[in-house]
C-alpha cells in the first residue's frame, strides 16, 4: 500500500475518471471502467514482479472505490461467464486494457443485460454475487 500512497497523483486520476458512474451500468461507463482498470494495472505493474498478475486485485480496489465496477473474480466468476457464454466474440480491448479484464467485462455485460431484458434490476454487486456463488457452475439464464 505504500507503493500506492507514493503514486497517489496517478491513483488520484484514474479514480477521479470513476467516481461519478453510477447504476444502472451502461456499456459506456464499462468501457470507462475497463480503461480505469487497464491504466491501473500498468501502474501496479511496475510495482510487482514478473509473474504477478494485477487483474483482480485491481477490479476489487475499484470496487471498493466504486461498487458499479464489476469484479473480476477469476476462479468462479470468470469461469461461470465462460459457461454461460461459451465461445462468444467479444469486441477488440481498447488500448492499454488488461485483455483478461476486458473480455470479463464483456460477458459480464451480456449477462447484465440479459437479466435486465428479463425484467430484473440487478445491482452489479448483486451480479457479481450470482457469479462468484455459482463456483464456476451458474444456473443457465
Not at 458512474?21 to 501496479?44: C, D, K, N, W, Y
Not at 480496489?61 to 461498487?67: D, G, S, T, V
Request: glycine share 4%; hydrophobic share 45%; proline share 4%.
Amino acid at each position: 500500500m505504500e507503493f500506492l500512497h507514493r503514486r497517489a497523483a496517478d491513483v488520484d486520476k484514474i479514480f477521479n475518471r470513476i467516481a461519478t458512474i453510477g447504476e444502472p451500468l451502461t456499456f459506456e461507463s464499462l468501457e470507462i471502467f475497463v480503461r480505469a482498470h487497464g491504466q491501473f494495472v500498468s501502474l501496479l505493474a511496475d510495482k510487482l514482479r514478473r509473474n504477478q498478475k494485477a487483474t483482480s486485485f485491481a477490479s476489487k480496489y475499484m470496487h471498493f472505490h466504486n461498487e458499479a465496477v464489476p469484479l473480476y473474480d477469476h476462479t468462479f466468476a470468470a469461469e461461470a461467464l465462460k459457461k454461460l457464454f461459451f465461445r462468444q466474440q467479444v469486441c477488440a480491448a481498447p488500448e492499454g486494457a488488461d485483455k483478461n479484464y476486458h473480455r470479463f467485462a464483456m460477458l459480464f455485460w451480456k449477462a447484465y443485460c440479459e437479466l435486465r431484458n428479463r425484467g430484473l434490476n440487478p445491482e452489479v454487486k448483486l451480479v457479481d454475487w450470482w457469479l462468484v456463488s455459482s463456483k464456476g457452475t451458474p444456473k443457465y439464464l
